[in-house]
């Protein structure tokens, strides 16, 4: 089955304590981003990477890392954590940047306390 | 950039009643426009999407509408069902900073 796999679901932390999301899509898609969603905000993107080792800035890249060493693979990496950070975040795959269907994994919960 | 605005940002109609969603876009290059339907505590999915090529394009109650002249495209659905209750995204891409979301539309279906 095609799909965009998230870890963990939820997840709640303290401030500075380094964690990563994990991300893995299975359609051999080039293109994968990351987003987060808040409440009136809508989704805005973090992370973007057009193939294995491009990866680039979105809208809202402070304080999130990511690295595309495999084309399956686009962790978000968040070396510090803060209480700004509290978020539901989105991994997307899709075979080009744009003009091809998104598809998201079933999202990330995390609260920094 | 690309700016995307959505409108409105809540909307309330009857069952069977229809709704129309509207979303404005800047970049005259945008070619592009998908909308994306998220169900409460699930993730975005692809609902329907439109080129620039095309003015309107349908599939069953849900129709895309795009007016290149004025940047907007519009999400239309038709003999609304309480499973049409959901929070609906539009997007707009294919210009220099690839795809930009609307902020979203939360759309209730009263009984």
């Known amino acids: 089955e095609a799909q965009v796999t998230q870890n963990p679901r939820y997840l709640i932390t303290v401030t500075g304590k380094k964690l990563t999301v994990t991300c893995s899509q299975n359609m051999n898609h080039e293109y994968m981003s990351w987003y987060r969603q808040d409440p009136g905000l809508g989704l805005r993107q973090i992370y973007y990477s057009m193939n294995v080792e491009v990866t680039d800035k979105g809208d809202v890249p402070e304080g999130y890392k990511v690295s595309r060493k495999e084309k399956r693979n686009f962790p978000l990496i968040l070396e510090s954590p803060s209480p700004n950070q509290t978020s539901l975040y989105f991994c997307?795959?899709?075979?080009?940047?744009?003009?091809?269907?998104?598809?998201f994994g079933q999202g990330t919960r995390l609260t920094v306390v | 950039g690309e700016n995307v605005e959505q409108h409105p940002s809540t909307l309330s109609v009857q069952e069977g009643d229809s709704a129309v969603i509207k979303c404005t876009y800047s970049?005259?290059?945008?070619?592009?426009f998908p909308w994306y339907k998220q169900e409460l505590g699930k993730r975005p999915q692809l609902i329907i999407d439109i080129r620039s090529n095309v003015g309107e394009k349908k599939d069953q109650r849900i129709a895309v509408t795009l007016n290149k002249t004025a940047k907007h495209f519009s999400l239309h659905i038709t003999e609304t069902q309480p499973e049409d209750s959901a929070v609906y995204f539009c997007?707009?891409?294919?210009?220099?900073?690839?795809?930009?979301f609307g902020k979203g539309t939360h759309l209730i279906i009263q009984p």
């Open positions: 997007w707009a891409g294919g210009g220099a900073d690839g795809l930009t």
């Open positions: 997307a795959s899709s075979l080009g940047r744009w003009g091809t269907e998104a598809f």
């Open positions: 970049d005259s290059a945008s070619n592009y």
